[in-house]
Nanobody, 122 residues
């Protein structure tokens, strides 16, 4: 399974960005969990949001009400809409996928990872 992220960049506080992740190599359409994680310099990787095959979502408390995760099972893609960005959201953002059809927003749960896309809020 390969995951490719896009959509990172630099934005001013209060601005918005939309991250996208395209998955390929899956043998079964849609029956997996997908998520977004982030890692800032000197900090551990943390879960941002996840979404299961049925659209059930989970968010870190720090992004609730500001970020929205969605997926397109037909096209094997997941999107993270980020609004009201804050300087503390600055990090490398990673797309992740798991072969299981339920989600746990912990990095150890996910088997496949993208290369990451940088988000800077300044």
């Amino acid at each position: 399974v390969q995951l490719v992220e896009s959509g990172g960049g630099t934005v001013k506080p209060g601005g918005s960005l939309r991250l996208s992740c395209q998955a390929s190599g899956y043998s079964t359409s849609g029956s997996y969990c997908m998520g977004w994680f982030r890692q800032a310099p000197g900090k551990e990787r943390e879960g941002v949001a996840s979404i299961d095959k049925n659209g059930k979502t989970d968010y870190a408390d720090s992004v609730k009400g500001r970020f929205t995760i969605s997926r397109d099972n037909t096209n094997h893609s997941v999107t993270l809409q980020m609004n009201g960005l804050k300087p503390e959201d600055t990090a490398m953002y990673y797309c992740a996928a798991s072969s299981l059809n339920y989600c746990v927003l912990e990095s150890s749960f996910f088997q496949w990872w993208g290369q990451g896309t940088q988000v800077t809020v300044s």
